[in-house]
């Protein structure tokens, strides 16, 4: 993981946007390894330009990082999304846009992706809903080889569709939840770099095909 704040040219934008779609997808999808931790640890926490976006929300989320035990952030991860049953709080779209699991919502999710050649790794115990998922797909359709899958078109359809309808919900469940402390400030930073990729597409669809 070499996840630093966004460089100033639109390819290092385009780098950095990849690298945060991953470094999402690892942190949501289980407790971090040491090493992502340790990598976290020396992000460098300044913008190119002063006063960009993402820039507090990214040093909170370092920060925080620095402050905790490696053990600290397992554990708080387990209290959240682990467990045997109910887990405190879900990471499935289905749950947010149907308030239950393997819903509508996921069948229209595995069409997408069966459209764009995709499909769940079989040694992924979760399904394809699982927000860590969908970041890997966002960070697929961004650093992709195939430009007929891997653009900007693809990217917003994905996005309007599959991630934005629910994950500010899930940020807001994850920042409110009391035994949430790097989790709830990761939860502050998605919402914020989601919020910039929102504006993104916003800005494209004004711009006109």
């Not at 990217?155 to 934005?164: K, P």
Request: negative net charge.
């Amino acid at each position: 993981m070499t996840a630093n704040l966004p460089a100033s040219s639109a390819l290092d934008e385009e780098t950095a946007r990849a690298e945060i779609y991953g470094l999402l997808s690892q942190l949501y999808y289980a407790a971090p390894a040491a090493g992502l931790l340790a990598a976290l640890r020396v992000a460098v926490t300044d913008a190119p330009a002063q006063g960009a976006f993402l820039e507090e929300p990214w040093r909170e989320l370092v920060g925080v990082a620095r402050a905790m035990t490696d053990e600290g952030v397992r554990e708080e991860y387990d209290a959240l999304f682990g467990g045997v049953g109910r887990p405190e709080v879900y990471l499935f779209g289905s749950h947010y846009l149907s308030g239950f699991l393997n819903e509508k919502p996921l069948a229209r999710l595995r069409d997408t992706l069966a459209e764009l050649g995709l499909a769940r790794d079989e040694a992924m115990a979760e399904t394809e809903d699982h927000v860590a998922y969908l970041c890997e797909v966002m960070r697929y359709l961004i650093a992709g080889d195939d430009v007929a899958v891997a653009n900007l078109t693809r990217q917003r359809a994905f996005f309007t569709d599959h991630l934005q309808p629910w994950a500010t919900e899930l940020c807001d469940a994850i920042s409110t939840h009391p035994k949430a402390r790097f989790y709830a400030v990761l939860a502050d930073f998605t919402r914020a770099f989601l919020n910039v990729e929102a504006q993104g597409f916003d800005m494209l669809d004004q711009a006109g095909p």
